[in-house]
């Protein structure tokens, strides 16, 4: 398999907090998430434990969009993407920092009726699911979307 490789994950898992939507100077929308996933297991005495491991997920365009308006604190989503590291001089330091985020190329809404999201999806520039999937598929006005949450500066876009 040299020459090969593969760069994908998958997660299943709930917000910490509301998604973070910003703009690009361009009028791009961007959401940022920090999506939970838990893990139970048995410990040597043979006790259950549980561990929580948060993931940085980066949405673009529609899906930032859908993210915004359809994801709240709390919602169980399902992200496909890929990770990439970006890093960063710190200004307060002057040390190099990086961070390893999920660029998602498919969000899928999970959780049933009256939670936030009702088994929608979206996925690569469509609609995923078809059945009952009511997304709102316009693109916003720029100066509009660029009102709502000011501009962001090179450091907020992950990058």
Do not use: C
């Given at each position: 398999m040299a020459g090969?490789?593969?760069?994908?994950?998958?997660?299943?898992?709930?917000?910490g907090k509301d998604p973070e939507i910003?703009?690009?100077?361009q009028g791009t929308p961007v959401a940022k998430?920090?999506?939970?996933?838990?893990?139970?297991y048995k410990d040597k005495n043979g006790e259950w434990q549980d561990r929580t491991e948060w993931h940085n997920v980066v949405l673009w365009q529609r899906q930032?969009?859908?993210?915004?308006?359809?994801?709240?604190?709390?919602?169980?989503?399902?992200?496909?993407?890929?990770?990439?590291?970006?890093?960063?001089?710190?200004?307060?330091?002057?040390?190099?920092?990086?961070?390893?985020?999920?660029?998602a190329s498919d969000l899928i809404l999970l959780g049933g009726r009256g939670e936030a999201g009702e088994g929608?999806?979206?996925?690569?520039?469509?609609?995923?699911?078809?059945?009952?999937?009511n997304?709102?598929?316009r693109v916003p006005e720029p100066?509009?979307?660029?009102?709502a949450s000011g501009p962001i500066t090179d450091e907020d876009i992950p990058f």
């Open positions: 090969r490789s593969l760069n994908r994950v998958q997660l299943i898992g709930n917000l910003k703009y690009t100077p998430l920090a999506i939970a996933t838990n893990e139970r930032a969009e859908i993210a915004g308006e359809y994801l709240k604190k709390g919602s169980k989503v399902y992200i496909e993407g890929r990770l990439q590291t970006r890093s960063w001089d710190d200004k307060q330091t002057n040390q190099k920092r990086y961070m390893t985020e999920v660029v929608g999806g979206y996925s690569r520039g469509a609609a995923a699911g078809g059945n009952g999937n997304f709102d598929q100066e509009h979307a660029a009102a």
